[in-house]
């Protein structure tokens, strides 16, 4: 079983940028795919990025550009740097993990920016 645990979130102005990390227990990190989703206030979740323990980082096309992932497998942390916010990217953001085709999901943290 995998348990991930975000943090980061916080109030920015819009412009500016803002660092998500989250990290995981339990499983094999290495051997795990990570992805960043976000749910905006009435809103469903959406995705907005997806590694694969191998292959190429996919980004939701509204994202891309401004929002990089990245990982530290020693760490057991993946990251979500985000620049030129916007406050339509206000949400909460989720760390979600799949591993051995189970998917654990973190308990988010809010992203809030301002105009």
């Known amino acids: 079983q995998v348990q991930l645990v975000e943090s980061g979130g916080g109030l920015v102005q819009a412009g500016g940028s803002l660092r998500l990390s989250c990290v995981a227990s339990g499983g094999i990190f290495s051997l795990t795919d990570m992805g960043w989703y976000r749910q905006a206030p009435g809103k469903d979740r959406e995705l907005v990025a997806r590694m694969p323990r191998i292959g190429i980082t996919n980004y939701a096309d509204s994202m891309e550009g401004r929002f990089t992932v990245s990982r530290d497998n020693a760490k057991r942390t993946v990251y979500l740097q985000m620049t030129s916010l916007k406050p339509e990217d206000t949400a909460v953001y989720y760390c979600?993990?799949?591993?051995?085709?189970?998917?654990?999901w973190g308990k988010g943290t809010l992203v809030t920016v301002s105009s």
């Open positions: 979600s993990a799949r591993y051995y085709a189970m998917d654990y």
